[in-house]
């Protein structure tokens, strides 16, 4: 994760270097900046260019970004590149005596009310947050996906639901994974015996599955957790479009969500493979390799070939892949091989926590 803070005052300068080395200690990859005649003083980097140049760039770069001053400089600078909530980095104001720590922008799906309350903490100052959800302490589903690393397939229906609960509402719930914790009040449990009678009568509800077109509900929400690991094998230069069309093949057939999956894996041999690591990038997806012996420890029943183990020195690279990527997951889809290019499939052992 990455961050950037920028402070113009001399005091706020001095908050800005505080605020980079907690986050720093957080595990944040975080730079400080401020307008030059406070930065040296401070010994952070000063700002050298228009701000609104400073800020395009952070904002594309970072997935925190923090304002020492006023709210209208945020706002002001922010303005032009507000994109969506889904992809719009997270937006504090703190305002140049610490007193309080603002969530402006991204406050659930990227972390900004999170971010507030412990920045808050940290500098013993009052958190602000507006987010309707969090003031009247109902379940909030964007953050409830984030938190579980869940993609939101249908937003307007989302913030719908978000609006439900507002409105005293309650919804179905469905997952086809286990459930940790306490399901809310907002949500009515579907799951367990006469599931199928109980959701006749419930107009909306959430649906968690890495499954494609379900609909339990007459308007379902699907929260699709990242919990596919795709084992990836192929012939020396295979096209990026081979891949691609195999594996959406593989999804068609056992009817997975794209969304779902987590990482592509393969065997160290294939680390430099450019067809599968264009892939990758058009699909943002990691893309991660094991050696010839981490393959070769993984337990479970793979099928064989001879021709594979001459040129990798083990005798299925997708299978084996899929299941060490996915940490000892369940293969659900075995070696599917077409055009010079194997696919296998894994899920991990997940479950959705409250």
Request: charged share 30%.
């Amino acid at each position: 994760m990455r961050a950037a803070c920028i402070a113009f005052s001399g005091n706020g300068s001095k908050i800005c270097k505080k605020i980079s080395e907690f986050l720093k200690q957080e595990g944040v990859e975080t730079k400080a900046y401020a307008v030059a005649r406070y930065a040296e003083k401070s010994q952070i980097l000063p700002l050298c260019r228009p701000l609104k140049e400073w800020t395009k760039e952070k904002f594309r770069e970072t997935d925190l970004l923090i304002f020492v001053g006023a709210v209208g400089i945020a706002v002001r600078s922010i303005a032009p590149f507000v994109k969506d909530k889904r992809t719009d980095p997270a937006v504090l104001v703190i305002d140049e005596k610490g007193m309080f720590v603002i969530s402006l922008l991204s406050g659930h799906i990227g972390g900004a009310n999170e971010w507030t309350l412990l920045l808050a903490k940290f500098l013993k100052s009052t958190p602000v947050v507006t987010t309707a959800t969090d003031l009247n302490e109902k379940l909030a589903v964007d953050v409830f996906a984030v938190k579980n690393h869940m993609a939101i397939k249908e937003m307007i229906l989302a913030k719908k639901i978000a609006a439900d609960f507002l409105d005293g509402k309650r919804v179905g719930f469905l997952s086809d994974f286990p459930v940790n914790g306490n399901i809310p009040p907002e949500l009515l449990d579907m799951t367990g015996e006469n599931a199928d009678k109980k959701q006749e009568a419930i107009e909306e509800g959430i649906h968690v599955t890495i499954k494609r077109g379900t609909k339990p509900f007459p308007r379902t929400l699907h929260l699709i957790p990242k919990t596919v690991v795709l084992g990836i094998g192929c012939r020396r230069g295979i096209s990026q479009e081979k891949i691609e069309s195999v594996v959406e093949e593989v999804l068609k057939i056992q009817e997975i969500e794209r969304e779902s999956i987590e990482k592509v894996c393969s065997i160290e041999l294939k680390k430099d493979e450019e067809g599968i690591r264009q892939f990758c990038r058009k699909w943002k997806i990691p893309f991660g390799v094991f050696s010839r012996e981490e393959l070769e420890h993984v337990q479970g029943e793979f099928s064989q070939s001879e021709f594979v183990k001459k040129i990798a020195g083990v005798s299925n690279v997708c299978e084996r892949s899929a299941v060490l990527g996915s940490h000892e997951g369940r293969l659900i889809q075995g070696k599917y091989a077409k055009d010079g290019v194997t696919v296998a499939v894994a899920v991990k052992d997940w479950s959705v926590k409250f």
